[in-house]
């Protein structure tokens, strides 16, 4: 009993010192901050956004390059079909579709049972007067773009915000990826030695050797353009390090007492590598999983910016920075910009925080 207590025991007062010297790290801690932040808000997602269509993907052309704070009259028209309503979850998730069809006027005037309005134009610029009944204007409101419009009048804050649970997905998913594979991979490689290590080194430096981006891109056209491949074309480049940490942390611990003593009570090699070996490894597997996070967000935005990404609608910081990557020359360099720094934050975020992980967790490391 006391035997199988106690690699956990070590484990857990490991986790308990490495969490104290991070608590200590305030890169660590604010950039720990930073990534909660983020990640509350692209989970909050249409709950917050100001436009809630799916993919934040509603379009007023007579509306695009405007800059941020832009505000217009909208009239909000009742829409012939019935638009069935959708609960907070499935909007948070997938978004809403309007009961009303918005349209951006200059001006409008109620005579009798008929609206008239004129279309938002350019100063300057002569709208034709259009009417529509009375009974399906719902209401008029000044709406507001706090961080203006892209090209197609597309609201550029929801671009922005729900562009960020691209980025966070692909993380989170592909280091699960690369942490199913390296760890399960290192771990064998690392315990059994002999030609199931030989083999698993050979996989492992062919992969080394080739560019990632390379790697990424001929996985993306093996598996086609889209959500999902992004995922798995990303995850399946990353569990190199992984496989190459957990190999030699697990063929340090292997020669240790406690596996000894597995041997000798007859437990299992698979008990002894899941339940003793790699609780003492997973350590070490969170400070590298934080830098894989960090490579996984510009992987995919360099996808994204080759349009080997996650394809329109759907919004994403790398396809955002290619789509207004021209106007950084004229006078909308904000486009380009806002997307780009959000990339540049983000990464480094977790750069420091993995920094500061493996501070915590080096052993050598005085308090």
Known sequence: ????????????????????????????????IFIGLVCLI????YLITPDKSPYANQQFLELGLK???????????????????????????????SRFT??????????????????????????????????????????????GTDRFGRDYLSQLIIGARISLAVGFISVFISLLIGISLGAVAGYFRGWADDFIMWVINVV???????????????????????FVAV????????????????????????????????FSDSRII????????????????????????????????LGLGVQPPVPSWGSMIKENYGYIILDYAYLAILPGLAIMLLVLAFMLMGNSLRDALDVKTGE
């Open 1 to 32: 009993m006391l035997f199988r207590k106690r690699p956990q025991i070590i484990s857990a007062s490991l986790s308990r010192l490495a969490w104290g010297r991070f608590s200590h790290e305030p890169l660590g801690i604010g950039s720990l």
């Open 42 to 45: 692209a989970i909050l997602g």
């Open 67 to 97: 800059k941020p704070g832009f505000k217009v009259e909208m009239l909000y028209i009742m829409k012939d079909e019935p638009v069935h309503g959708s609960s907070w979850m499935h909007t948070m998730l997938m978004g809403s579709r």
């Open 102 to 147: 918005e349209i951006p006027v200059s001006s409008y005037r109620a005579c009798g049972d008929t609206v008239f309005y004129k279309a938002y134009a350019e100063p300057g610029t002569i709208s034709a007067e259009n009417k529509i009944p009375a009974k399906k204007l719902s209401t008029s409101k000044i709406k507001t773009f706090w961080l």
């Open 208 to 230: 080394w050797s080739i560019p990632t981006l390379l790697l990424v891109i001929a996985i993306t056209f093996a598996l086609g353009k889209g959500f999902w491949q992004v």
């Open 235 to 266: 995850g399946l480049t990353m569990w190199v390090d992984v496989a190459r940490m957990v190999r030699g942390q697990v063929m340090s611990l292997r020669e240790k007492e406690f596996v000894e003593a597995g041997h000798a009570l007859g």
């Open 274 to 305: 899941i339940l003793h070996i790699l609780p003492n490894v997973m350590a070490a597997v969170i400070a590298i999983s934080a830098a894989n996070f960090a490579s996984a967000i510009l992987l995919e935005a360099g996808l994204s910016f």
